[in-house]
């Protein structure tokens, strides 16, 4: 692991619990075959859409990932109103491999991934397919390349969805967003979209450190009224800073003020002391 990479101290034993009893495992099972399917039926599905305007495009993955949400078993709650007026560049905080369905569900874009996800079976073609922009995480000297290929996209017209933390949190706490996204806004003269993503309760969506993805998808499956929420603040307007990190630090605060009134939790106070191998490296997007 390169140690430039972004690294968070939440851990499964840590962040990962379920409280309370899990749902029944039968209940469990069938979520878990339900929402399988859905992710299979838009794979098999996806090459239909090719043919139609991108107005069409995003309805069908709105209403995909809804359904694979809804799948899960995961209620999902919107506040805020988003804008579908041109190119802008999203960026959320970083907590589950659901957070790509969730804000697909809302604002579908153009993925920035780790290219790890190019080589995985089904899902990996898929998000090529997609028009997933890959960034590769351990070569630094790449990270110009990547920052081009984004402002190349978004002055096409699309947007582009980003998790600039670079790895998974728990919810609880979050951590820096990385500027060198926000450089392709000002590049491409484009808004950013700040999104603020919280689990309810926030353990079983939690996708951190080495927990292995199949584990993730059965605790996902058998939580008790497991909640998604997503909330969106108002745009940053192109031209507001000049430059990357003013930007950067401008759409963390919109995002962490959203949570300011939540209680914090003793996990990371405890954890932060970890060494970095038992850091969260892994971005599932």
């Known amino acids: 692991m390169s140690a430039w990479l972004p690294t968070s101290p939440c851990t499964p034993r840590h962040c990962a619990r379920t409280p309370g009893p899990a749902a029944p495992r039968l209940r469990g099972a069938a979520r ?7 992710v299979l039926a838009g794979v098999l599905l996806a090459p239909l859409t090719a043919p139609l305007g991108r107005a069409a495009r995003e309805r069908a993955t709105r209403l995909w990932c809804r359904a694979v949400l809804r799948a899960f078993g995961v209620r ?13 560049l ?18 579908p874009g153009r993925m920035l991934a780790k290219s790890e996800v190019r080589t995985w079976p089904v899902l990996g073609p898929l998000a090529a397919r997609g028009g997933t922009l890959f960034l590769a995480r351990d070569r630094l000297r ?3 390349g990547t920052v081009r290929d984004i402002t190349g996209a978004l002055r096409s017209g699309s947007r582009v969805v980003v998790f600039p933390e670079g790895s998974t949190w728990c919810g609880r706490s979050g951590g820096r967003f990385r500027s060198a996204a ?3 806004a000002l590049d491409a003269g484009v808004p950013v979209q700040p999104v603020r993503i919280a689990y309810h309760p926030a353990g079983p969506a939690a996708f951190v450190g080495d927990d292995p993805l199949t584990t993730s998808l059965w605790r996902v499956a058998t939580a008790r ?5 997503i909330r969106i603040p108002p745009p940053i307007p192109a031209g507001r800073h000049a430059d990357r990190r003013a930007l950067a630090r401008a759409a963390q605060t919109a995002v962490a003020s959203d949570s300011a009134n939540r209680p914090s939790s003793s996990v990371h106070q405890c954890a932060s002391s970890s060494p970095a191998a038992a850091s969260s490296p892994r971005t599932p997007s």
Do not use: C, K, M, Y
Not at 225 to 229: I, W
């Open 90 to 107: 999203v960026v959320a905080n970083h907590v589950s491999w659901l957070d790509v369905p969730l804000v697909a569900a809302v604002l």
């Open 142 to 144: 790449a990270l110009p």
């Open 76 to 88: 999902v709650r919107i506040t805020g109103r988003p804008d579908d007026a041109g190119p802008v």
């Open 225 to 229: 009224a497991l909640t998604a929420e």
């Open 182 to 184: 926000f450089q392709a």
């Open 32 to 38: 878990l075959a339900a929402g399988v399917l859905a």
